[in-house]
Nanobody, 125 residues
Framework: QVRLVESGGDSVQAGGSLRLSCAAS????????MGWFRQAPGKEREGVAV????????YYVDSVKGRFTISQDNAENTVYLQMDSLKPEDTAMYYC??????????????????WGQGTQVTVSS
């Protein structure tokens, strides 16, 4: 089974930066659609960013556009989320996810088969 492991979450001040990493292992699959989701306590899981490699495009939820950047290094089996200009409302558990087919946008959690365990991001004022 595919295993996804996130790292890089931390506690930072507003305006700071973090870089999340998601390392993939296990059986290989089509990695054309890789995404990052986040979930704060009591809120729905939200699709934050998606790398649609088949179409050479990316997706970002409006609230993070211009601040977050998703990238993918298939040679290293790793997907990244660079987060700049962090805001307190970015505080959440961040999850890496992978779909086995082409991306459907906007992303929904049900479309992603494989999930990491999550990494906590906390942004203080």
């Amino acid at each position: 089974q595919v295993r996804l492991v996130e790292s890089g979450g931390d506690s930072v001040q507003a305006g700071g930066s973090l870089r999340l990493s998601c390392a993939a292992s296990g059986h290989t699959w089509n990695r054309n659609c890789m995404g990052w989701f986040r979930q704060a306590p009591g809120k729905e899981r939200e699709g934050v960013a998606v790398s649609d490699a088949a179409r050479a495009s990316t997706y970002y939820v409006d609230s993070v556009k211009g601040r977050f950047t998703i990238s993918q290094d298939n040679a290293e089996n790793t997907v990244y989320l660079q987060m700049d200009s962090l805001k307190p409302e970015d505080t959440a558990m961040y999850y890496c996810a992978a779909a086995e087919g082409l991306c459907n946008l906007p992303p929904r959690p049900q479309q992603f088969r494989y999930w990491g365990q999550g990494t906590q991001v906390t942004v203080s004022s």
